[in-house]
């Protein structure tokens, strides 16, 4: 059964950091190209960042400079470093896997506001 369980979100005052994880199980995770999707409220899903399986990563221009997305693939796990946040970050933040298939995780709550 493959899970992908997203932790780290949470309330963040404008300017401040957080670091997401996703860790996953019940695939090959070092094969997998892995992403951060966020959904704000009322908006379409965005991609955030992407990062290849040998480590090639691409980050939306709403947060290039500010995001950083790494692996650990002896944790088989994922991470969205966010500094520098801003309201318009606020969203569900949601980690994908894909290769042959495609999985998500259930979403971690990244609100900012003071």
């Known amino acids: 059964q493959v899970q992908l369980v997203e932790s780290g979100g949470g309330l963040v005052q404008p300017g401040g950091s957080l670091r997401l994880s996703c860790a996953a199980s019940?695939?090959?995770?070092?094969?997998?190209?892995m992403r951060w999707y966020r959904r704000a409220p009322g908006k379409e899903r965005e991609l955030v960042a992407a990062?290849?399986?040998?480590?090639?990563?691409d980050y939306a221009r709403s947060v290039k400079g500010r995001f950083t997305i790494s692996r650990d693939n002896a944790k088989n796990t994922v991470y969205l470093q966010m500094n520098s946040l801003n309201p318009d970050d606020t969203a569900v933040y949601y980690c994908?896997?894909?290769?042959?298939?495609?999985?998500w995780g259930q979403g971690t709550q990244v609100t900012v506001s003071s």
């Open positions: 990062i290849t399986s040998s480590g090639t990563t």
């Open positions: 019940g695939i090959i995770f070092s094969t997998y190209y």
């Open positions: 994908n896997a894909e290769w042959i298939s495609r999985y």
